[in-house]
């Protein structure tokens, strides 16, 4: 039994990505978790940058409006946090880029980690901090770092130059870079000269026998609204649809403006609506009801373009037919199992051409395919292609393997 530590940011009750790590690794292994919440699952070791479990917020008008006192305290955060990293990588010690945690960085330093699992860059500091001398490094980057949200400018002012200063020191020093699409790696290779390789977000799988639409044929779309993704043009789209077709929004809540845009835009359309979400573990046996999973997402930045998200194996997973627009690598696993619909363009009414021209069989006939793909797309054929990647890091280490 190895000792592991996986960090993230956010929190991993409802991230999937860091959650099936923890669950996975936790079969044979003892596992700690640093996160920005505490982990409320059974075993597990959780430690907490946060302390508490933090609320979901308001969508008061109030509460928005204290965005513009917040964004010039954030931009000199940005900046402060820059110098701090240039003066704590001179000094050499990686562990007072968390002044404010040594509390904390002191109890984890008193565990002897086998492998470190960062889901997040800006945590990379912390895990090579931590790192002995048989430890084994993981980067799981799911994104382009660098590029995440190029579309705001707001972001490239805050966040983009220390991530630039973290690729530069740790990419290069990490044992293995794990990413989601070929795209993203290829510019993590162009770039920083290191190889990632391809991890997709799998879901478990999941007994389902795909049904025959009926007459009205109902859509999905589940996640985060983002300003970035355009959740709109989905929304737009079903002004040009036929009667036959209803679209449900499951969203998490926001509290700005998009948010608010969003709700009038649904309101506005009787064959739209904005439903609650569901937890991580009820997504696919809720979304399973319907017959077509949609997500129209223009390239507004460098990984919305190279996207291959959880809810495309979602949908496949609870065996429905997939609508999206021509976004590459989505756009190949589509037409490798030949299980959706892409469009030629982002435009809504593109998208609602191709819909207006199938029927409950031709539909049914892409849920059939979804159910061929949904056997090889799961996360446990995804993990065991994970233990395959992982086996070479130990060649040579005193700690043996970890029980993948």
């Known amino acids: ?21 923890i669950r996975h690794f936790l079969q044979k ?3 700690h978790v640093l996160s920005d919440y505490p982990v409320d699952i059974p075993d597990v070791t959780s430690f907490s940058f946060a302390g508490e479990q933090k609320g979901e917020g308001s969508s008061s008008g109030s509460k928005k409006n204290l965005d513009y006192v917040k964004k010039p305290a954030r931009l000199m955060l940005g900046l402060i946090q820059v110098y701090w990293f240039v003066f704590c990588s001179i000094l050499g010690i990686e562990s007072i880029f ?4 040594k509390c904390l960085v002191r109890q984890l330093a008193r565990n002897r980690y086998d492998l470190i699992i960062s889901h997040d860059l800006t945590l990379l500091p912390l895990a090579f901090s931590l790192k002995g001398p048989d430890t084994r490094i993981i980067l799981d980057a799911r994104e382009y770092h660098p590029l995440n949200y ?12 220390l991530l630039l200063l973290l690729c530069k020191k740790y ?13 993203i790696a290829k510019r993590y290779r162009q770039d920083w000269g290191v190889d990632p390789v391809i991890f997709m977000s799998l879901p478990d799988s999941h007994q389902i026998s795909p049904e025959k639409p009926k007459e009205s044929i109902r859509l999905i779309h589940h996640g985060w609204p983002s300003r970035s993704r355009q959740i709109e043009l989905m929304i737009l789209m079903m002004d040009y649809v036929d009667e036959r077709f209803s679209l449900d929004l499951m969203l998490l809540p926001g509290n700005d403006s998009y948010w608010d845009q969003l709700t009038m835009l649904a309101t506005a359309r009787e064959n739209v609506r904005i439903i609650p979400p569901v937890t991580m573990e009820d997504i696919i046996p809720t979304i399973k009801k319907y017959d077509i999973g949609v997500f129209i997402v223009p390239p507004t930045n460098f990984n919305l373009k190279y996207t291959l998200p959880n809810k495309l194996f979602e949908f496949i997973q609870a065996r429905l037919a997939i609508a999206i627009g021509p976004s590459p690598e989505m756009e190949e696993i589509v037409q490798k199992y030949r299980c959706g619909l892409v469009s030629p363009d982002f435009s809504p009414q593109a998208m609602a051409h ?11 006939r892409l849920k059939l395919n979804a159910d061929v793909a949904a056997k090889e797309l799961n996360n446990e054929e995804n993990f065991i292609h994970l233990e395959s990647v992982m086996a070479p890091l130990w060649a040579g280490s005193n700690s043996g393997e970890v029980n993948v």
């Not at 968390?98 to 945690?101: A, E, F, I, V």
């Not at 190029?150 to 130059?161: G, I, N, Y």
């Open 1 to 21: 039994m190895k000792n592991i530590l996986i960090m993230s940011e956010g929190d991993p009750n409802r991230d999937p990505r860091p959650n099936r790590f």
């Open 29 to 31: 292994n003892n596992v």
């Open 98 to 101: 968390y002044l404010g945690k």
């Open 150 to 161: 190029q579309d705001q400018w707001f972001w490239r002012l805050e966040k983009k130059p």
């Open 171 to 183: 990419l290069i020093r990490c044992d293995l870079i794990l990413t989601i699409s070929r795209g």
């Open 354 to 364: 191709i819909l207006n021209g199938q029927t409950s069989e031709s539909i049914y």
